[in-house]
């Protein structure tokens, strides 16, 4: 958007009363429409709804020279690629087809908006398959979200269409998204029922014409659940039949269904293994009916039945055996790390060890373990990091957990909209880095005038590239994991040891702490996860004195006096780490204040009180785990290390709902340093 135009209306809005152009969120990067550019735009002579929101787009904010959209054969441009090029009468923009010429749409749209010159260029996706997965309940309710209930309103559909479907489709397509899987993995059966096929066909309709399609997570015991049979073995004829009759049932009524996500054999989730079956079979029967409509599987990886000792290793040891074992239209979607979306995880062993199976790779854009919706953390360095040790290329698909309720900012915390576009903009190029993402997104979306001062931009801009390991080091430096409070994985809980529970759902399962150091001993001399990596690499993580300093912990036990390569002893370091956590959310405070004059008041008082939120976690998380570590170190903490100003049992008293809604109020947390 014009940055001095939306400022202008902004005043003239708050001048005359009028609200229309009021910050509120609901625009994320897109433009609100505000062109008053007369650039000629030429589209093809076509019916096609998809070439009519382009064309739609384009005089909304195309603020170019002259444009010609042309559909033209293409070879190397496949189904959703374009080409932006000069010829004699001005610039064009080429693809195979309607959808391509969305995309360039919009990626033309963002060079203006970020005040790029056009380049000419060529893109493709670098995935057929670019996929959000909603974990959203029947009932409106969403697993681990944090923006409000589920955009999805099964109560009014089919009869009642939100316009919101299209809104978050239009969403969805600037930035490359074309799948989106409606409804949580913990997944209800019911929305396989022919009731609710018809609701869903509707949304479907909505999303087509953005090239959108619609997955379905299935719960594996749908054919007892809701068919009536005695079983839901793979190999039992009448079970495959059940899913072959739903899959043509699904087709009829939308043509262009993506396909079916199952998690199976999983947090009591039923599966193929519930039958004496592999994940192969589960997998394969239901691909096979989804085989002659084009449909896909994606089958998660996500298991951790006790294999073995490390819950680590555990997803290795069940799916590494079944490779070459899957069919053609089935992708294992594997999370990033071994365990499950921790601040920082090395990467699945599994990825590049099934060369004879597609693989895709699963990334959570909600923040279950990152400070929900009050804290920032801009996850693109997440993301890349995982793309520096696994190559794109030998990835199938990508899928990302949504971000995304009902919030009229969509994302709770409005920074948060960065993940949902860094996301979108990764799965097509995953080459992208982070800064060239929050390049584009930080002027769309903040809406600052031009003459903002770059200093105060700049500090923007590392505000969100360093948000990250700012909540790396206040929660879990050095390679910790899984410190969180039982249920709601929101705070710190290092001491949780709930007696009777999953040993492996508690923290000190993960960190080991003990009078001689901190760590999960994953070397050759311990569980020996590091095997499971290839040679090079595995040799590199069992050497105490080779590991990667950001997973010392993860694969070592490492002695409270051990001499880390800054030559603090890695009490002293744990002791720095925590506090550099909690100093960098105080920069990221001082950089968002330094920015109020440029910002919409509604929106810098946002996030300045979630930043605020933030500040005081991030101590909650250092004194929280500093006291409880120092139990076990019996060290002092250093001078330089702002000492606590709460015992461990005051912080051990702490104990907030476990609603994922609920958010934390404690007094105890509000009190001043
Ligand atoms: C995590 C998360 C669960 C979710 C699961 C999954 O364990 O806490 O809520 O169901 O991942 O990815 O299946």
Same mark, same amino acid.
Do not use: P
């Given at each position: 958007m014009n940055k001095l135009k939306s400022l202008i209306l902004a005043v003239t809005a708050i001048l005359t009363g @009028?609200? =229309?152009? =009021?910050?509120?969120? @609901?625009?994320l990067w897109l433009s609100g429409g505000d062109n008053d550019n007369q650039a000629v735009i030429t589209v093809p002579k076509s019916k096609s709804p998809t070439v009519a929101i382009a064309a739609e787009e384009l005089n909304k904010a195309w603020h170019g020279e002259p444009l010609r959209l042309e559909i033209k054969r293409d070879k190397n441009l496949g189904n959703e690629g374009f080409r932006v090029y000069r010829d004699k009468k001005g610039l064009v923009l080429s693809a195979n087809n309607d959808l391509g010429l969305l995309y360039g749409s919009y990626a033309l749209l963002r060079d203006n908006a970020a005040g790029k010159a056009i380049a000419l260029r060529e893109e493709i996706p670098a995935y057929n398959v670019r996929v959000l997965n909603h974990w959203d309940n029947l009932d409106g309710t969403i697993e681990r979200g944090y923006a409000g209930h589920s955009i999805w309103n099964w109560n009014e559909l089919p009869d009642v269409v939100s316009p919101r479907y299209r809104e978050y489709a239009r969403a969805n397509a600037s930035v490359g998204i074309n799948g989106v899987v409606l409804n949580n993995v913990n997944a209800s059966s019911k929305i396989l029922s022919a009731e609710y096929l018809a609701k869903v066909a509707k949304i479907a309709d909505v999303f087509r014409p953005y090239g959108i399609k619609v997955y379905l997570s299935a719960n594996f015991a749908a054919p007892m659940q809701l068919g009536g049979l005695k079983t839901a073995d793979p190999l039992v004829p009448e079970v495959a039949a059940w899913w072959k009759a739903k899959a043509d049932e699904i087709y009829k009524l939308i043509p262009d269904f993506g396909g079916f996500l199952v998690k199976a054999n999983s947090e009591g989730q039923p599966g193929p293994c519930d039958f004496d079956r592999t994940h192969a079979e589960g997998a394969n029967m239901m691909a096979r009916a989804l085989k002659p409509h084009g449909g896909i599987v994606m089958w998660r990886a996500f298991v951790y039945s006790p294999a073995d000792a490390d819950r680590a290793k555990q997803a290795y040891i069940e799916f590494q055996p079944l490779d070459g074992k899957f069919d053609d239209n089935v992708i294992v979607q594997i999370k990033n790390g071994p365990i499950d979306f921790q601040p920082r995880e090395p990467y699945s062993p599994l990825f590049g060890a099934m060369p004879q199976t597609d693989q895709m790779v699963e990334f959570q854009v909600t923040q279950e373990y990152l400070g929900h919706s009050n804290h920032i953390a801009y996850l693109a360095p997440m993301w890349t990091e995982f793309f520096d040790y696994v190559s794109p290329s030998s990835l199938k698909a990508i899928a990302g957990v949504a971000n995304v309720g009902n919030d009229t900012n969509w994302t709770g915390h409005p920074m948060a909209q960065a993940n949902w576009y860094a996301f979108g903009r990764l799965a097509w190029n995953p080459q992208l880095s982070s800064e060239e993402i929050i390049d584009e997104w930080m002027p769309m979306t903040l809406n600052y005038p031009e003459n903002t001062p770059k200093e105060v931009t700049d500090g923007l801009k590392k505000m969100m590239l360093n948000s990250r390991e700012a909540v790396v080091d206040y929660m879990m430096p050095l390679g910790l994991h899984h410190l969180f409070a039982f249920g709601h994985h929101y705070g710190p809980e290092p001491w949780c040891d709930i007696k009777g529970g999953r040993p492996d759902w508690m923290p000190p399962y993960y960190h080991r702490a003990d009078s001689a150091g901190l760590g999960f001993n994953r070397s050759s001399s311990g569980s020996n996860a590091v095997a499971q990596y290839p040679a090079q690499l595995a040799k590199k993580l069992d050497n105490i004195n080779t590991c990667p300093e950001e997973f010392i912990l993860w694969f070592h036990h490492v002695p409270w006096d051990f001499k880390m390569k800054s030559g603090a002893t890695l009490w002293q370091e744990l002791c720095n780490r925590y506090q550099s956590g909690v100093e960098s959310v105080e920069t990221m405070q001082r950089q968002w204040t330094a920015a109020k004059p440029y910002i919409d008041p509604e929106l810098w008082n946002d996030v300045n009180e979630r930043l605020m939120t933030q500040a005081r976690d991030a101590n909650w998380w250092k004194e929280g785990c500093l006291l409880y570590f120092q139990q076990f170190s019996g060290m002092p903490i250093p001078d330089n290390v702002t000492p606590p100003v709460h015992t461990l049992d005051q912080l051990k008293g702490i104990k907030l709902g476990i609603s994922n809604y609920e958010c934390p109020t404690p007094e105890l947390l509000n009190s001043k340093r």
């Open positions: @009028s609200t =229309a152009w =009021a910050y509120d969120g @609901s625009c």
